[in-house]
């Protein structure tokens, strides 16, 4: 049984093999009210209008390395950084050996930057790291960056100058229509694409508390096997499984093959699963668009919205909303996501 919930797991993972694709009818009252009153919510490159009562979680914010926002923190950045200064110092009197190189005043007013050898293994392989502690307006960032492949350590003060000087506070509902990046509380002006960016949101809606949608975006994702190549090799590999066919035969394709967005094309498919245990069912749709590698006006993207969500596992009970109104959750919301400053022919 463990080996059979394991094959079980793996192939919906890769999307369910059944073949009936029902048609659907997109009368859905409740999913409208929903969308009666809506906001624009921006993340990285991209904005997303949102019913108005959505919860918003922003993911990974990474431009080059990940950044921290700590809203509200600029009155206590000079505490933190002191602190991680402080904090690798007293390494130094371990067996790691760390050392601080440098604790200046940082490019920008209430900003400091670190640059320190995080232990002796460090310094002697030469990876040195620098964290800009950067203030704008009431808000705080913390920006780590450290020396690799081509870096050297003047290249780490150099990234966080850019980013200090290109950085500013930004209210929620503001929504740049400048290039750039939207950080939670901040926005980088930049239209350079030289750092890797890596975003992403996820929406809760209180009036359906087992929906979960989001939605993240990738610059320099590698290509690997297509969506659609992915899904075929899942439905070749579940024949050699023979007591999966009657479980992928209890799951309807809703809607699958290629959606239109604003770049050009991605990959849908939109599944209608039934409980492991007990009736009713739930919803698994999935989207990828390739977009073009290292090109931030045209970055790789994937959403996935769950139904049946509890405890933070989807398919943990049935699904609140019908077919229809989970489709239809769907499309509203896929419709809208797109690049703030779209490129210009």
Known sequence: MPMMRFFVTLFFALF????????????????????????????????????????TALGS????????????????????????????????????????????????????????????????????RATGFLAAG??????????????????LQRNISYVATHLRARDPQDVPNEPGVCLEGGFIADDSGKFQEIFGIGLRFPEFPDASFSVSSNKNA???????????EAKRAAFLVAPLATLFNKVKTLREGKLAVQKGQGSEA??????????GAWHEFQFEYAGKRFDHRNPSWD????????????????????????VTLWDRLMSSVRLRVPSKP
């Open 270 to 279: 939109l599944f209608r699963r039934p409980m492991e245990e007990g009736d």
């Open 303 to 326: 959403a996935t919205l769950y139904t049946g969500v509890a405890h933070n596992r989807a398919g943990a009970k049935p699904s609140s909303l019908t077919d229809d109104e989970a």
């Open 61 to 128: 914010q990474a431009f080059g390395p990940n950044i921290e926002s700590l809203p509200n923190g600029a009155g206590s950045l000079a505490r933190i950084a002191r602190a991680k200064r402080d904090e690798i110092n007293a390494k130094a009197l371990t067996k790691e050996k760390s050392e601080v190189i440098s604790f200046l005043v940082g490019p920008t007013n209430g900003s400091w930057v670190l640059t320190y050898w995080d232990d002796k293994f460090a310094k002697k392989v030469g990876v040195q």
């Open 16 to 55: 369910c093999i059944s073949c009936h694709t029902e048609a659907r009818n997109m009368n859905s009252p409740r999913i409208d009210k929903l969308f009666e009153k809506t906001k624009a919510v921006c993340f990285g490159r991209f904005v997303i209008d949102v019913p108005a009562n959505a919860v």
């Open 138 to 155: 009431p808000h705080a960032f913390i920006y780590p960056d450290q020396t690799g492949d081509n870096e050297k350590p003047e290249d």
């Open 222 to 232: 590698q290509q690997g096997d297509s969506f659609e190549d992915r899904r075929a």
